[in-house]
C-alpha cells in the first residue's frame, strides 16, 4: 500500500494470463518501481497464473485479428478457422518466444523476478484462487492474499491506477 | 570518463532503464554512470527516467549505432 511518503505510488489490476498479456503490467510495474513509484497489482482470474511458480503461458490467436507475426519478410495475420486447429497456438507460442529472445525482450520470469526484488506489492484475488482450486503453495512467495476491498483502499491512495 | 559503465546493449525495454537504475543503486551520490545500449526508444526514456528521479542527464549522444548517455547518480 502507499505509505504517507511523498513518492508517487501506482496501482494495476492484472486480469489476463497469456504470454503477450503477460509483458505489459510486468514492464510497467518494473519500471515505476525503477522510478521511485511505490506499486501494487492486484492479480485476478486468468491474471491470477502470473503468480504460478511455474509459468508455461501461450498466446493465441484465437479472436486476435490484430496479431501480425513478421515471417519471410512480411506480416501474416492468422484467421480465426486457422487458429482453432490444434497446434496452431502452440506454434504461435514457439514464434513468439523465438522473436522475444532474437529481440532483447526480457523473459517473463525475469521481469517477474525484478518486480519482487523491486518491493512491487503483490496481492492475489483470494475469489479466484477458490474459484479455480488454485493452492497457495503453487504460487511463488512473496503475494499476499485479499479481495476487492483490499484493491480499492490501495487505489483510493494511488496516482496513477490500471486496468489490464 | 564516467566512473562505471553498463552494457546495456542488445537489451530491449525496459531492461536498459531497469539495469540503470540498479546500476545508479550501487553508485554513491554525485559518480557518474555511462549507459551504452542500442535500443532507439532509450533516448526519450533516459530523459524521462532523470525527470523522474532527480538523476542528472549529463550527456547523451550517438556513437555509431550505440546510444551512449551519462547520467550523475544525484537522485
Known amino acids: ?164 | 570518463m564516467a566512473d562505471l559503465t553498463l552494457d546495456a546493449k542488445g537489451l530491449n525495454c525496459p531492461l536498459p532503464i531497469l539495469r540503470a537504475k540498479k546500476a545508479l543503486k550501487e553508485l554513491p551520490t554525485g559518480k557518474t554512470l555511462e549507459i551504452l545500449a542500442t535500443d532507439p526508444g532509450s533516448v526519450k526514456d533516459f530523459e524521462a527516467f532523470c525527470r523522474t528521479t532527480g538523476n542528472e542527464l549529463v550527456d547523451s549522444r550517438v556513437d555509431g549505432g550505440t546510444y551512449v548517455f551519462t547520467i550523475r547518480h544525484t537522485g
Request: charged share 20%; hydrophobic share 50%.
Open chain 1, 1 to 164: 500500500m502507499p505509505s504517507d511518503s511523498n513518492a508517487k505510488s501506482m496501482s494495476m489490476i492484472v486480469t489476463k494470463g497469456t504470454l503477450d498479456w503477460a509483458y505489459p503490467p510486468f514492464i510497467l510495474a518494473t519500471t515505476a518501481a525503477a522510478m521511485g513509484l511505490e506499486v501494487t497489482m492486484f492479480f485476478t482470474f486468468y491474471g491470477l497464473t502470473l503468480l504460478k511458480k511455474d509459468l508455461n503461458l501461450k498466446i493465441s490467436t484465437l479472436g486476435n485479428p490484430a496479431m501480425e507475426m513478421p515471417m519471410m519478410g512480411m506480416h501474416m495475420a492468422m484467421p480465426n478457422i486457422v487458429s482453432a486447429l490444434p497446434g496452431v497456438d502452440g506454434m504461435a507460442t514457439a514464434m513468439m518466444k523465438n522473436l522475444i529472445k532474437k529481440k532483447g525482450v526480457a523473459s517473463i520470469e525475469e521481469l517477474r523476478d525484478l518486480a519482487v526484488e523491486a518491493d512491487v506489492r503483490m496481492i492475489a484475488c483470494q475469489m479466484t484462487m477458490d474459484l479455480f482450486e488454485y493452492k497457495r503453495e503453487d504460487m511463488i512467495d512473496g503475494p499476499t492474499l485479499g479481495g476487492a476491498a483490499s484493491y480499492i483502499e490501495v487505489a483510493g491512495k494511488s496516482d496513477i491506477n490500471l486496468y489490464i
